[in-house]
């Protein structure tokens, strides 16, 4: 069974600091990844994601992430953060169309940039 | 381009009554649409999985008589809570798959049932 798991509720970083936010998965074959941020009261938005290829794959605003096969992690990353990168980070991952191509969502983790 | 739209945005009904949630794909043909909901703080949780034309697959502990999914045509899905109750109120977003395998998200609607 897929399954994603997100083990920080929370990332504190300072601002124009680094930021890591980590994902691990579990699918047969090989998967798609995904990264999406939620703004509070609003609907998810895509960052980025991985189907194959390079293992480093850059999104929107400055993120990436980097797909480790051995490790089964698709940590995103960002060199440096913003106050307004602050919100709720949701790790994605799906079986290749062909399967049961559902999204699982991992639990969320929530990034606070201060100044 | 193609997007998702859900109608409506947010939604206040008492308890018992029953709530229609639309979800239209724009300039694609939405194969599969998943229906998913969240609750405040948390992450969101499939209930159910549509094929235009048949029946909806349910995740477990989900109720197909609660929680009813039509797929009618490739553009339209609709997510009727019916006698709805205050733990129904969540947060509701659609997900529509194209014929290319791609995914779009709709905005969201936010049920709260007093």
């Known amino acids: 069974a897929q399954s994603v798991a997100q083990p920080e509720d929370q990332v504190n970083v300072a601002e124009g600091n680094p930021l890591t936010v980590k994902c691990t998965y579990s699918?047969?074959?090989?998967?798609?990844l995904f990264w999406y941020v939620q703004y509070p009261n609003r609907g998810l938005q895509f960052l980025l994601k991985?189907?194959?290829?390079?293992?480093l794959v850059k999104g929107s605003y400055g993120f990436e992430a980097e797909f480790n096969k051995s490790q089964t992690s698709f940590h995103l990353k960002k060199p440096s953060a913003l106050v307004s990168d602050s919100a709720l980070y949701f790790c994605?991952?799906?079986?290749?169309?062909?399967?049961?191509?559902?999204?699982?969502f991992g639990a969320g983790t929530r990034l606070a940039v201060h100044p | 381009g193609a997007v998702v739209s859900q109608h409506p945005s947010w939604v206040i009904c008492k308890s018992g009554t029953s709530v229609k949630i639309e979800c239209r794909s724009l300039?694609?043909?939405?194969?599969?649409m998943f229906w998913y909901r969240q609750f405040p703080k948390q992450s969101l949780m499939l209930m159910a999985t549509s094929n235009e034309g048949s029946k909806a697959t349910y995740e477990q502990g989900v109720e197909k008589d609660k929680f009813l999914i039509n797929h009618a045509s490739l553009t339209l899905s609709t997510l009727t809570v019916t006698s709805a109750h205050p733990e129904d109120s969540s947060f509701y977003i659609c997900i529509g798959t194209s014929r290319t395998d791609t995914q779009y998200f709709g905005p969201g609607t936010r049920l709260t049932v007093l």
């Open positions: 994605a991952v799906r079986a290749p169309r062909g399967g049961y191509n559902k999204l699982i």
């Open positions: 991985y189907i194959t290829g390079d293992n």
């Open positions: 300039d694609f043909q939405a194969t599969t």
């Open positions: 699918v047969s074959g090989n998967p798609y």
